[in-house]
T-cell receptor, first 112, second 112 residues
Framework: GQNIDQPTEMTATEGAIVQINCTYQ??????LFWYQQHAGEAPTFLSY????GLEEKGRFSSFLSRSKGYSYLLLKELQMKDSASYLC?????????????FGKGTKLSVKP | DSGVTQTPKHLITATGQRVTLRCSPR?????VYWYQQSLDQGLQFLIQ???????AKGNILERFSAQQFPDLHSELNLSSLELGDSALYFC???????????FGPGTRLTVL
């Protein structure tokens, strides 16, 4: 079956670092995405990992281990505006879910 | 701004009615995806079109239908509306050779 797991909620302090984990079991794998979604708004693309390792993009980094079916999103120097849901999604073409299989999202609350 | 447009932004209607949501993909994108997101729920994939043809179908109710026109814009038709259909409906699009999906701002449907 297709399954993507990520924590439901996390809380962190402004200026700190937070790591959001994602584990997946899918029938196919072309890559892993992270999206940010503020409440009531559209998901916005953050990162895409195809190969194992760490991809860094400013304050955000994403890591992938294909052998372990595991990824994480690392947010540094947290700001209040980072309070949002973070969606992990696996690209699994040919399935019944339109290429991207989304996790339920991790709601991150950043506190002063 | 992702380049994907959706209209209307808000829609309020009554049970039993029919509505049409419209989506225009980014320039060059051939794929259009429709998602439903209920309050505090994850993204539920409904249906995908590629260059006018249905490509994948998710958990879309029989009361719902969609199509993609020659100019590549897409419409999602929801009929015999029920209270439970109240949700955010997102459209996303992607290039033919890429998996990254870019989301429109969404249509918030309220069924009273």
């Amino acid at each position: 079956g297709q399954n993507i797991d990520q924590p439901t909620e996390m809380t962190a302090t402004e200026g700190a670092i937070v790591q959001i984990n994602c584990t997946y079991q899918t029938s196919g794998f072309n890559g892993l995405f992270w999206y940010q979604q503020h409440a009531g708004e559209a998901p916005t693309f953050l990162s895409y990992n195809v190969l194992d390792g760490l991809e860094e993009k400013g304050r955000f980094s994403s890591f992938l281990s294909r052998s372990k079916g595991y990824s994480y999103l690392l947010l540094k120097e947290l700001q209040m505006k980072d309070s949002a849901s973070y969606l992990c999604a696996v690209s699994s073409p040919g399935g019944s879910q339109g290429n991207l299989i989304f996790g339920k999202g991790t709601k991150l609350s950043v506190k002063p | 701004d992702s380049g994907v447009t959706q209209t209307p932004k808000h829609l309020i209607t009554a049970t039993g009615q029919r509505v049409t949501l419209r989506c225009s993909p980014r320039s060059g994108d051939l794929s259009v995806y429709w998602y439903q997101q209920s309050l505090d729920q994850g993204l539920q994939f409904l249906i995908q079109y590629y260059n006018g043809e249905e490509r994948a179908k998710g958990n879309i109710l029989e009361r719902f239908s969609a199509q993609q026109f020659p100019d590549l814009h897409s419409e999602l038709n929801l009929s015999s509306l029920e209270l439970g259909d109240s949700a955010l409906y997102f459209c996303a699009s992607s290039l033919p050779s890429e998996d990254t999906q870019y989301f429109g701002p969404g249509t918030r449907l309220t069924v009273l």
